[in-house]
């Protein structure tokens, strides 16, 4: 009996902690699309989500782009389709692998530090400092997150692509001896616009999640989460995990339902 | 100005809060005492409406705390300055720029206007020169007193200032104090303060109330808390006397006025 007590209340908890989030999510957006918009503190933010994400951008979307060169001549190869590499390099890179992999980077790099920040202002009375003043919290400290997410994970998904055809072609072309123009002519004949957008609308929703939990996370350390500095800690690494399964399963299922084809 | 009815709260099945009747009238200073524990800084965060009771009522100005919502509760809360036991400033702004902060987000006056008006606010509670520094680079004491100057720049009617001088040694916690005093009769704000420094806290406040267990022991004026019958508040005030007969930095009139009273208990 008192088995399924706990586990009666575990789902209750669950329950209650998704409603939050969904709560959290449409004051989030509210205070988004409602003025004042605090320009500053979303260029900020940019700044740190996107400028200062660039390095491992480069760097992953280079390396990826590198490995898909090998492996993807190994492969055709064998059957005489080497001539295939450039498309082939290009819709993975484009469709799949650049929005995931830009957005499994920016949460591990901006996401977890979005969630400490926001978790120490929690736990040190910041956020009640600022709901004492009168002012939103979410507008000062979600809002600015969530627009420069959205902003931000794009355009690193598209250059994270444009750099990891560039490391196919490096490998394709240089080293493996595919024909230049081979490679660029059939990834032109094959790789249509509506895959760019099917893309960037990927990484638009994963820009969206990351800045959904790693804020969620982050201001509701101490309810989910335990206390003080080990809070923050649980609260981070919470954020860093969740966002990268929902990243991943929420890829699929808008892959499988071709949601914006 | 403030009025707490019939207050009950509980965390986790415990309660803390067991039926607390309050009142703050306007332009008093009120000092909520209790031992450690006993739901004073609880107390508090009720009456700025960060928490919600499970029964009971906190008025401001007849306007019920629980019930408000958006911006009638923000309304209310311009009207409040709050001071954090942590101090709570914000550690990557200056403490320029903290006391600056609720200024030009909630003002339309010129950048030369908050600066002059942060500065003469720093000067007040004894830190100008500091205004460049970061909070983790100044001493507990000045963390309080930037805070405190962070509550006051906007004039508050209404002050709640949560144990002021905890973790700061005596001396500098008397100056806080008396900072809360000259601050107090500058401004005129009614207040309550949440604290253990007893019996020094009698000289600059109105009226005493005494939390214990989660309820109301003792509520009257500082005079009549020095001559209650109660034990608990005898062995509190006691308790927080000892010092008394130490008290280098007390005028000696005001010294043997406090020896009288402590003899009396």
């Known amino acids: ?261 | 100005m403030i009025k707490i009815e019939d207050l009950h709260k509980s965390f986790n099945g415990m309660a803390v809060l067991k039926g607390v009747n309050l009142e703050v009238e306007k332009g008093a200073l009120l000092a909520l005492i209790g031992r450690s524990g006993y739901g004073k800084s609880v107390l508090l965060k009720h009456v700025a409406g960060l928490l919600r009771p499970d029964q009971g009522r906190i008025l401001v100005d007849d306007q019920d705390m629980c019930r408000l919502r958006g911006r009638d509760l923000i309304r209310v809360r311009n009207r409040l300055g709050f001071l954090f036991q942590s101090g709570a400033l914000f550690d990557s702004m200056t403490i320029f720029d903290n006391v600056a902060f609720p200024l030009r987000e909630k003002t339309k006056l010129s950048e030369q206007e908050i600066r002059e008006k942060v500065l003469v606010e720093l000067e007040q509670v004894g830190l100008a020169g500091s205004e460049e520094k970061y909070p983790s680079q100044i001493s507990g004491g000045m963390v309080k007193r930037a805070s405190l100057a962070r509550a006051l720049v906007e004039e508050p009617e209404i002050m709640l200032i949560d144990e002021p001088t905890t973790g700061l040694d005596p001396l500098t916690g008397h100056t806080i104090l008396n900072l809360i005093d000259t601050c107090h009769k500058r401004l005129g704000f009614s207040g309550i303060v949440v604290t253990h420094e007893v019996p020094k806290i009698f000289e600059i406040v109105n009226k005493v109330v005494m939390l214990h267990e989660g309820r109301v022991i003792f509520a009257g004026t500082p005079e009549e808390i020095l001559s209650s019958q109660d034990d608990t508040v005898q062995t509190f005030v006691a308790a927080g006397a000892e010092w008394l007969t130490h008290d280098a930095s007390c005028p000696p009139p005001m010294l043997e006025r406090r020896k009288k009273n402590i003899h009396a208990l």
């Open chain 1, 1 to 261: 009996m008192e088995f399924i007590t706990k586990i009666g209340k575990g789902t209750v908890r669950q329950i209650l902690k998704m409603g939050r989030m969904g709560i959290f999510l449409a004051k989030s957006v509210s205070c988004c699309a409602t003025p004042p918009i605090k320009v500053p503190l979303i260029l900020k933010q940019i700044q740190f989500i996107g400028y200062q994400s660039l390095l491992v951008i480069f760097l992953t979307g280079a390396f990826t782009g590198m490995v898909l060169g090998y492996q993807g001549f190994n492969t055709l190869s064998r059957f005489g389709s080497d001539a295939f590499l450039g498309p082939m390099v290009g819709l993975a890179l484009i469709k799949e692998m650049g929005p995931v992999i830009s957005a499994l980077m920016v949460t591990g790099r901006a996401g977890s530090s979005i969630t400490a920040e926001i978790g120490i202002m929690r736990i040190s009375e910041q956020i009640d400092a600022l709901q004492l003043m009168g002012l939103n919290p979410y507008r000062y400290l979600v809002a600015p997150n969530f627009i420069a997410a959205l902003i931000s994970v794009p355009l690193l998904t598209a250059i994270f692509d444009v750099v990891g055809i560039f490391g196919g072609y490096l490998i394709g072309v240089k080293l493996l001896g595919v024909s230049s123009g081979v490679y660029f002519g059939e990834m032109m004949s094959y790789v249509e616009m509506e895959d760019v957008l099917e893309g960037l609308f990927k990484s638009l929703n994963f820009g969206l999640i990351i800045a959904w939990v790693c804020c969620f996370k982050g201001y509701y350390t101490g309810y989910y989460t335990g206390f003080g500095a080990e809070g923050v800690s649980t609260a981070t690494t919470q954020a860093v995990v969740l966002s990268s399964v929902l990243i991943l399963v929420w890829d699929y299922f808008l892959t499988s339902t071709q949601l914006f084809v």
